[in-house]
C-alpha cells in the first residue's frame, strides 16, 4: 500500500512498535516514520507506506509542536519520567521560592535558535551506535550540541511541582533537554513528566488515527486508504499538475517534460488524475521540468 497515515501513537509504545503494528494491520513493510517520539510520549506520528518513503527528505525539516508538562524537584537520567532520579527530590526544600514568574522568564531565554545538548539517552550516534544504548552499558557518552530553534514556548500554570507548557521547536530538537536545562537555571533539577505532539509540519492532531480504528479497517483495502491523507494535501508548498500520458511515460522513464505549470515554484508535484502521484518533478526552466522523485 502507497500512502501517508498520521497516527496518534499511544503511551507505552515505542515508534518502531506503531510501525510494526501498522505493518501487521495493512500487510505493507516498506513503512517509515518521520520523527521518533519516546514511548511516554503521544500524539502525531506521521508515516510513509510504500513508494512514499521516497519523499522522506521533504519533510526532514519540519518544525514540530507539543504540550506537556515539566517535574521541579529532580532530575533523572533520561531527563523525563521513564528514567532513574539523579539526586532527591528537593521539591519540598525549594517549593517555597519557586514561582511562575520565574519560570516564564526563564523559559523565555529558550525562544530562538541555540546550541542544545541532546540527552544521553536519545538515539543520537556516536561512530555508529545510538547514545542509549552506550548510556545503558555505563559506557562514556560523548554527544555535540545541535543547532536548534524554539519559536514558540508558552508555560502555563503551575500546579504542585508541575507546570504546563506549550512549545515548537525545529527538527532534531529535544524537548527533554529543555525539561532538564530548565531545571538546572531554576537550581533544582527538573524532567519531563508527560509530553504530547500536537503536530508535525503540515499534519495536526485532527488528522491522527488511533490504532483501534486502524485495526478496525485491517483487510479491507478500500477502507485503509480512506484513512490516508489525500495526497493532494501532502507537500502544499509544491503546486500539483496533472500531467497526460506522453508527459508522465517520459516522467516514469526519467525523462524530461513540459508541464503546463505556471507558478515559480522550483519542485511540483506530478499527478495522473486527482489521487495518483506519480513523481516530484524540479523545473529546469520555464515550463520544462526533470522528474527527481518517480513514484511509479
Not at 526544600?93 to 530562538?112: D, H, N, P, Q
Request: glycine share 12%; aromatic share 6%.
Amino acid at each position: 500500500m502507497n500512502g501517508v497515515l498520521i497516527i496518534d501513537k499511544p503511551h507505552g509504545m515505542t515508534s518502531h512498535d506503531v510501525v510494526n503494528r501498522v505493518r501487521k494491520i495493512t500487510g505493507e513493510k516498506s513503512i517509515g516514520h518521520l520523527g521518533t517520539l519516546d514511548p511516554m510520549a503521544t500524539g502525531v506520528l506521521p508515516l510513509l507506506l510504500g513508494k512514499f518513503t521516497r519523499l522522506a527528505q521533504y519533510f526532514s525539516s519540519d518544525e514540530k509542536s507539543y504540550s506537556g508538562s515539566i517535574r521541579f524537584g529532580f532530575a533523572t537520567d533520561t531527563y523525563d519520567a521513564e528514567g532513574h532520579p539523579a539526586g532527591a527530590d528537593r521539591w519540598s526544600e525549594v517549593c517555597e521560592v519557586i514561582t511562575i514568574e520565574r519560570i516564564r522568564e526563564l523559559a523565555a531565554s529558550f525562544l530562538g535558535e541555540s546550541n542544545q545538548m541532546p540527552p544521553p539517552y536519545s538515539a543520537k550516534k556516536i561512530d555508529g551506535t545510538p547514545a542509549y544504548r552506550l548510556a545503558r552499558e555505563g559506557k562514556p557518552v560523548e554527544l555535540k550540541p545541535a543547532r536548534v530553534r524554539i519559536s514558540l514556548l508558552e508555560v502555563g500554570g503551575l500546579n504542585g511541582a508541575e507546570v504546563s507548557f506549550t512549545m515548537r521547536i525545529s527538527a532534531g530538537g529535544y524537548v527533554r533537554s529543555v525539561a532538564h536545562e530548565l531545571g538546572t537555571m531554576m537550581g533544582c533539577g527538573a524532567h519531563l513528566s508527560a509530553l504530547r505532539r500536537t503536530q508535525a509540519g503540515g499534519f495536526a492532531l485532527d488528522l491522527a488515527i488511533p490504532l483501534g480504528e486502524l485495526q478496525e479497517a485491517a483487510g479491507n483495502r478500500e477502507a485503509l486508504e480512506a484513512l490516508f491523507v489525500h495526497p493532494r494535501n501532502l507537500l502544499p508548498e509544491m503546486p500539483a499538475v496533472v500531467g497526460d500520458a506522453h508527459a508522465l511515460n517520459r516522467i516514469r522513464n526519467g525523462g524530461q517534460v513540459n508541464l503546463s505549470e505556471f507558478s515559480d515554484a522550483s519542485l511540483v508535484k506530478v499527478f495522473a488524475g486527482q489521487r495518483e502521484l506519480i513523481a516530484i518533478a524540479k523545473r529546469i526552466g520555464g515550463t520544462l521540468f526533470q522528474p527527481v522523485v518517480v513514484m511509479g
